[in-house]
């Protein structure tokens, strides 16, 4: 079965430093991985996705992400956090068998302090 | 392109009662996601569409809950003798290839 396991239910960083966002996830296929990001009260926002081309992903707004599949992960990253930046992040798998749902992580909320 | 559009943004409605949500998904994407977002929880996967056909639906979707999408572009979904639980986001999802873009969802209310 596949799955999306977020590592951290809240992040906190202060703004200007990095931000890493962990995600691992388990798919029998070769799956197809994306980053949402929701601010509150308004509707999910792709990030960034992979489909099975370069393993670094480069997304809106300065973030990139690694696809590692000896690791089975899918980490984001920032080199330098914005206040604009809080908002919750989801990770997101397809597993590019019969099926093209998307199946979301339980979500990392990411606190900036200024 | 105006984005995925849902209708209404919020809806109240008296335990019993009968809603329906509609969905405009951007044109020409053939694939079609509903899916329910709880406070503080991730979305849940209800079922999706390609062009007019339901190809798969979620054990969440109890026989209570019906989505059509007559000609393969907009799309309801229905909810019968509605619960209190049924109190969620209901979003809505198109998508060309692989990644889906969302509408900004309907709030239903169970009071």
């Known amino acids: 079965a596949q799955s999306v396991t977020q590592l951290d239910s809240h992040v906190s960083v202060s703004e200007g430093t990095p931000v890493l966002l962990r995600c691992n996830y388990s798919s029998s296929y070769s799956p197809s991985l994306f980053w949402y990001v929701q601010h509150p009260n308004k509707g999910l926002q792709l990030l960034l996705k992979y489909t099975s081309a370069a393993t670094l992903v480069k997304g809106i707004n300065g973030f990139e992400a690694e696809f590692k599949k000896s690791e089975t992960s899918f980490h984001l990253t920032k080199p330098s956090a914005h206040m604009s930046d809080a908002a919750e992040y989801f990770c997101v798998v397809t597993p590019m068998d019969s099926s093209y749902k998307l199946i979301f992580g339980s979500g990392t909320r990411l606190l900036v302090r200024p | 392109d105006t984005g995925v559009s849902q209708d209404p943004r919020h809806k109240i409605t008296k335990r019993g009662q009968n809603v329906t949500f509609r969905c405009d998904p951007i044109s020409e994407h053939n694939r079609l996601y509903w899916y329910r977002q709880t406070l503080g929880q991730g979305p849940e996967f209800l079922t999706y569409f390609q062009n007019e056909a339901q190809l798969e639906k979620s054990r969440l979707l109890s026989d209570r809950f019906s989505a059509e999408r007559p000609k393969g572009s907009f799309s309801t979904l229905e909810i019968q003798r509605t619960e209190q639980g049924d109190s969620a986001m209901y979003l809505c999802?198109?998508?060309?290839?692989?990644?889906?873009?969302f509408g900004q969802g309907t709030r239903l209310t169970v009071v």
């Open positions: 999802a198109s998508s060309p290839t692989r990644e889906a873009f």
